[in-house]
């Protein structure tokens, strides 16, 4: 439908007037001109459009007959106080010895009324003029004004932006915000004193962001401001993680039924959090239902357009804003204003209808009626309390002045370079070309200390105030101060807010949370809920060894090697090293059942030494059972070398000393079964056997035999020896302090070569077994041979199996268990002989002379 209005309106344009071919090749008008509302015509003019009426009545042309002109109605007091703020800024600078001194400045307003169609034909009269004839030169000739300042909205101003620009006549709008004018490209001609939308939207991303709000709604008008200006938020929320329930559009012209949708989104929506990106004449109708429907709780959080309207916060049903805040533009004082507002009256142009309307809307009274609802002019406007005589919020009437300062400083910078003369034709006037150069490049400081300048795109600095919506008596609002947003600042310092100032909405003083879910503390992780914003998830625990150490973490992140995840899964802490430790129960266990093997070991070693002269200690070879002796100390003693945390030099010698110390032991026990074989041959007739292993063999064979594991080792040691090592793999949450092995092949040599020397003595033992001695020692021998084979058959499947430091447990219990067998098997009968049984230590016993019982 807009189009097609747009499109009618043009065409109207095209045949508002016909040239009428004769000898003078004069036009003539056909229609009525299009004349200003106000107007003051001077050396140099400028031009204005502001929307003095809320609407057009459109009215549908039949073509056949002259169009009459559109009629506006509903006066906008706040649109009228902009256009007096424009004539304001006007009457100072032609009053001013310092900007554009002997130059008067003239202007020309026309109502845009809240119309494309209006804004354009408005643009085309300032640009054409409205002669009632029309010559040849006509259309060459500069037009009647040097810019243009206006619309007060986004979507006019684009349209009226899109005629002139070709043209090169500057436009510079106090109040249209849309990012999308910001296109140099399709707007060249167009400045603005107010900020772009772009940086609205950023603020408030940053605004909800700060507050914590992740889940909001939003509403937006139907129209270039809302459309673009929310679309700029949702790109920006996306980027910040802050995800959008709802996204209700709304203009002032729908049906009531929109409306009531609208309201009954927000009201069954969760997001606590309403983000209104809406124009005020947009946002009335919205209110005006939420009012009805009592809907109150919700934090309302407003741009520009709507933040500081005192039609609403003054307004006592509207009282379920209280605590919303937006930003505005920021605040100024206008010395001299309210004086300059309140002289306005209908006697300064007795013929001026506007004046008439505004008087009469002003004071709600009327002149063409007589009796108490007449208008008399002795009305006082001083004495009024409204939107027009209020100047305790001029933001936009600031943006207003400033944007007639911007054009008057570029005037002056160019008369001043070009020193044009001041009764110069209006053939002479500077051209657009030259005011648009110089207005590109304009830089100034106005009164209240502002210093204004236009970037690349014509924008200015944008900065605002944070404002908060608070009440002070019977249901008012009022707008309280609480920060600031500068874009000239550092990214982190743009946004600067005092909370202690902050009323949130319920009137109280917490801050209200909107969250699709709760936060996630340190030690979970976000899991995005399926087919769900990301904003709604769920909270899962870290997996052990990973840890989360900030609010609503998106992923956990692992430890190092060396760490590990504390039971609350927000911090890494070092990994409990384990290893078999003399503190510890098992380790002072096994200690103490070493240093008992130890004990006996010296006691029967004290009592054979007491007893050396006895038979049953001569009688196998003394020398071979000391160094027997000697050897299982040394296995007991080797025991303790694997106990404690692991070091270089412990890592070697545990792994040497237990196979030298039981290869040593095995070689003594070997010599003594191949002395009771020996003995036994020795007794044959003929049999000189013993002459080739006497003492003298027999050590000779305990040191070859011992020789060969001690050079195993050192081979072991010399190409790559036990080292200690942390050994994180086999648990994930501590780490094993172990020796490792360095070469396998050393260390299962080693104990190959041991269980070959056993075995061997096993064989030949379990060969003597039966010889005819009363005391034959080889089945003693056999019964030690097959426990120590046993426990080392044993030992090596639970040596590879057992975790951590039950390993070095199981080698420990290896060796103290055979030990104690060898110890127990070959030692005990010989003690019980000579501790309880004397009578049997004698040389017939031992030969098996005597009748008694052979052992």
Known sequence: MAKTTLSLSLLLLLVHSICLTDSEQVCRLLGQPDLPLLSAERDINIGAIFSIHRSALLKMHPFTSKPEQTTCVRLNLREFKFAQTFIFAIEEINNSTQLLPGVSLGYKIYDGCNSIVQTILAGMALMNGYEETLSDTSCSSSPTVQAIVGESTSSPTIALASVVGPFSLPVISHFATCACLSNRKRYPSFFRTIPSDYYQSSALVQLVKYFGWTWVGTVRSRSDYGNNGMAAFEEAANKEGICIEYSEAILRTDPQEQFLKTMEVIKQGTARVVVAFVSFGDFIPLVKVIAEHNITGLQWVGSESWITSRNLAETKEYSFLSGAVGFAVVNAKLVGLREFLVNVHPDQEPNNELLKEFWETAFQCSFRTSGSGSCTGSEKLAELKNEYTDISELRIEHKTYTAVYAVAHTLHNILKDFKLSINSSKEELPTLQKVLQYMKDVRFTIKTGENIFFDASGDPVARYDLVNWQPVEDGILQFKHVGVYDSSMP??????????????????????????????????????????????????????????????????????????????????????????????????????????????????????????????????????????????????????????????????????????????????????????????????????????????????????????????CVLWLTISPPFPHMNSSYYRERIILECNLGSALGFWAVLGYTGLLSVLCFVLAFLARKLPDNFNEAKFITFSMLIFCAVWLTFIPAYVSSPGKFTVAVEIFAILVSSFGLLFCIFAPKCYIILLKPENNTKKQMMGKSSSKAL
């Open 491 to 712: 990214s982190g310092q743009r946004l600067q807010i005092n909370l202690e100032y902050i009323l949130w909405a319920g009137n109280t003083g917490k801050l209200p949370v909107s969250m699709c879910s709760e936060s996630c503390y340190p030690g979970t992780r976000k899991a995005v809920q399926k087919g769900r914003p990301v904003c709604c998830y769920d909270c899962i625990p870290c997996a052990e060894g990973e840890i989360s150490n900030g609010t609503d973490s998106s992923d956990c992140f692992p430890c190092d090697l060396e760490y590990w995840s504390n039971e609350s899964k927000d911090r890494c802490v070092l990994k409990v090293v384990e290893f078999l430790s003399y503190t510890e129960i098992m380790g002072m266990v096994l200690c103490i059942f070493s240093f008992i093997g130890v004990l006996l070991t010296a006691f029967v070693s004290f009592l054979f030494y007491l007893h050396k002269e006895t038979p049953i200690v001569r009688a196998n070879n003394s020398e071979l059972s000391f160094l027997l002796l000697f050897s299982l100390s040394l296995c007991f003693l080797c025991s303790v070398t694997f106990i404690g945390r692991p070091t270089e030099w412990s890592c070697m010698l545990r792994h040497t000393a237990f196979g030298i110390t039981f290869v040593l032991c095995i070689s003594c026990v070997l010599g003594k079964t191949i002395v009771v074989l020996m003995a036994f041959r020795a007794t044959l007739p003929g049999s000189n056997v013993m002459k080739w292993f006497g003492p003298a063999q027999q050590r000779l064979s305990v040191f070859s035999l011992t020789l060969i594991q001690v050079f195993i």
